[in-house]
């Protein structure tokens, strides 16, 4: 079975740019989270999405949004970039969501803002 | 506010001796906790999770509701165990809490 995949790999953008991130879960698996890796802060929650439907929101500004497909590939967007969005990007799935699964973690997109 | 703590952001040991990651977490309600591993050059993984009480690659992990502990202990250190180690608690769905990991090396 493939694992999670995520595109691009890497991103260098400058500040106030947008960005798209883009990830595909392992089939089958509905659920679909991301979550943001900086040296100083770990691992922090964005967003989850299960069956196109935003189920749980992390502490980001609304410059953070995402979207799911009926296919339950996920995009997250960052619009007017900052330096401190400078992160690995992490996207990982799950078969279901409301009852805590393993999650299956992609990758990421290291997203480097200048 | 639910919080997971992992004091520690690197740790040595040598190959043989016993190791333990600690991870102290903040939740009211019986939690349900988590220790993911990454490895050098590869994914984010799941180690083992509390509720499935195994042992996984010889570690083991009991949830210490006094102390509200979750420590993450293995009895001889393996060189493959090198790693970054997290700790993390779910909340509502799949969304989890990661502590800010171990880094934990194994010296041959």
């Known amino acids: 079975k493939a694992g999670v995949t995520q595109t691009p790999r890497y991103l260098i953008k400058t500040r106030g740019q947008q960005v798209t991130l883009s990830c595909s879960p392992i089939?089958?698996?509905?659920?679909v989270s991301w979550y943001q890796q900086t040296p100083g802060q770990g691992l922090q929650f964005l967003f989850e999405y299960f069956s196109e439907t935003q189920r749980n929101k992390g502490n980001f500004p609304g410059r953070f949004s995402g979207r799911q497909f009926s296919n339950s590939r996920s995009e997250m967007n960052v619009s007017t970039l900052e330096l401190g969005d400078s992160a690995l990007y992490l996207c990982a799935s799950s078969l279901t969501s409301g009852r805590v699964g393993e999650q299956f973690f992609g990758p990421g997109t290291r997203l480097t803002v200048l | 506010a639910q919080r997971v703590t992992q004091p520690e952001k690197l740790l040595s040991v040598f190959k043989g001796a016993p190791v333990e990651l600690k991870c102290n977490y903040s939740y009211s309600g019986s939690p349900e906790l988590f220790w993911y591993v990454q490895y050098s050059r590869q994914r984010l993984q799941l180690l083992l999770r509390h509720i499935s009480r195994e042992s996984i690659k010889g570690f083991t992990a009991d949830l210490n509701k006094g102390e509200t502990s979750f420590h993450l202990k293995k009895p001889f250190a393996q060189e493959e165990d090198s790693a970054m180690y997290y700790c993390a608690l779910p909340n509502t769905g799949n969304q989890f809490y990661f502590g800010t990991g171990t880094s934990l090396t194994v010296i041959p």
């Open positions: 089939s089958g698996h509905r659920s």
